[in-house]
């Protein structure tokens, strides 16, 4: 059986003969069926195994009528449950699904009745899965390409193919805009788990009273305003890959919460005392340097090291300048397919060559993007590009290092918009805290 693509269905049942029947008859290609005698092993079992659905005598030996329903979904809000009984029991059967059961079936039952029961109750499992997954998702369905023949870019392709088949987690580090969430998507496609989706959480965006409830997912009146059980975003990446972009930026309360999950591969949700099993690709990405925010006492040592076990660094476009041209010509083919490609001119392409590009290349994708709106008859002129591009002269290399020419540039389009910060951060193509960060260093 491929264990891979088999959802798991578990079955309780206190006599052998029925344990041993529905283990046969229910399990297939598609389903690893396994089985408990007792409450209380069923428990275990729901503690160390991920199950879809449970096919559930009715009444046990350890436990009294309706108990075990109650705590199996007080664990496990997502699964089905088939509640089995006899004749005599169809008003508690009735109250069963009043508590959460999906359906119940009278014995003797009709066995191919039970396996399109249990079929069903996955397809409703898988429907609740991905109405989940899409509210916490925010990957792209299109095909995902690294632009670029340099010496760097085919290092980075050389690590991707290496590592995306492997469990070990990745830390993708380097400057803002410069393509860490690429990277990452790739690694996604190029692993097992590439058949479902990739779950993308930015860690700079967690609330930082709810950001271990958001990822570990909480039990109801576990703090206030929990009114309810949640699953959290270890949940939903179960047997797929958890991308956490801008790792730097999570609550270091929250870190050996996270860190014990890298080890292990258990949690525990929010107020909830029993440890949950997952099977999940972690990615990481960040741009900031780790190794100075645990010095600093903002990081998680042991996190650290963990997270590090594979590191990618993402070299600022400035390093790569030899890709320009070809990450121009995709922006111009891809960014308005309705469109004729735009062609752009020598002197506009030596602007843009000469140009340091402190936003890599989400902002070159803004300035092409606003490039194209601007053309005449699908030509691209220094007119088309920011007056910041068009203006700008190769620098002395005698007299300005790179990040002095970052810091002329970055000030001088903060001046352009007389102050506005955010409007910088747009046109750059950073966020607001990476250009709150290089103006407070420009200060010191």
């Known amino acids: 059986m491929n264990k891979n693509t088999a959802y798991p269905v578990l079955v309780i049942d206190d006599e052998e003969t029925i344990r041993r029947l529905l283990t046969k008859e229910l399990g297939n290609e598609n389903r690893e069926v396994m089985a408990a005698a007792t409450g209380e092993e069923a428990m275990a079992m729901i503690r160390s195994n991920w199950f879809d659905v449970i096919v559930m005598d009715l009444l046990l030996p350890d436990v009294s009528d309706l108990d075990l329903l109650i705590r199996v979904k007080e664990a ?11 004749h005599g029991d169809i008003d508690t059967a009735v109250e069963a699904m009043k508590l959460g059961a999906y359906d119940f079936i009278r014995k003797p039952f009709n066995l191919d009745r039970l396996d399109l029961m249990v079929e069903k109750a996955h397809q409703r499992v898988q429907l609740q899965r991905e109405n989940a997954i899409l509210r916490h998702r925010t990957t792209s369905e299109k095909e995902v390409k690294f632009i670029g023949n340099s010496r760097a870019v085919r290092d980075i392709k050389f690590l991707i193919d290496k590592v995306a088949p492997e469990k070990i987690p990745v830390l993708i580090t380097g400057e803002s805009g ?38 570990f997912g909480h039990v109801k009146g576990s703090f206030t305003g929990g009114t309810e059980n949640r699953e959290g975003l270890l949940a939903f990446a179960h047997n797929s890959t958890l991308f956490l972009d801008e790792i730097g930026d999570l609550p270091i309360d929250v870190q050996a919460s996270l860190l014990r999950a890298l080890e292990t591969q258990t949690y525990r949700r929010v107020g909830e005392k029993e440890e949950r099993c997952v099977n999940i690709r972690f990615l990481f990405a960040t741009n900031k340097n780790l190794a100075d925010e645990v010095s600093r006492g903002q990081f998680n040592e042991a996190l650290f090291h963990r997270i590090n076990a594979f590191h990618i660094q993402m070299p600022p476009i400035h390093e790569r300048r030899e ?7 995709y922006f111009l083919t ?15 392409m030596d602007c843009m060559m000469r140009y340091s590009w402190p936003g890599n290349v989400r902002e070159l994708r803004n300035v092409i993007e606003r490039s194209i709106i601007l053309s005449e008859n699908n030509i691209i002129t220094e007119r088309c590009m920011p007056k910041e591009i068009a203006a700008g002269t190769e620098d002395n290399e005698d007299s300005f290092s790179l990040e002095d020419a970052e810091k002329k540039h970055v000030l001088k389009v903060l001046d352009f918009y007389s102050g506005n910060r955010r409007k910088t951060a747009e046109a750059l193509g950073i966020g607001r805290k990476t250009l709150y960060r290089k103006l407070s260093s420009y200060l010191m």
Do not use: F, Y
């Not at 496990?76 to 006899?86: F, K, N, S």
């Open 178 to 215: 410069s393509g860490k969430d690429v990277v990452a998507r790739l690694i996604h496609e190029r692993s097992s788990c590439s058949d479902k989706p990739m779950i993308i959480k930015n860690c700079a965006t967690l609330q930082k009273e709810l950001a271990r409830s958001e990822l």
């Open 334 to 348: 891809t960014l308005h397919p309705d469109k004729p490609t735009c062609r752009i001119v020598k002197d506009a």
């Open 323 to 329: 890709d320009l041209p070809l990450l121009v010509d």
């Open 76 to 86: 496990v809000p997502h699964v089905e449950i088939i509640m089995i009984t006899g």
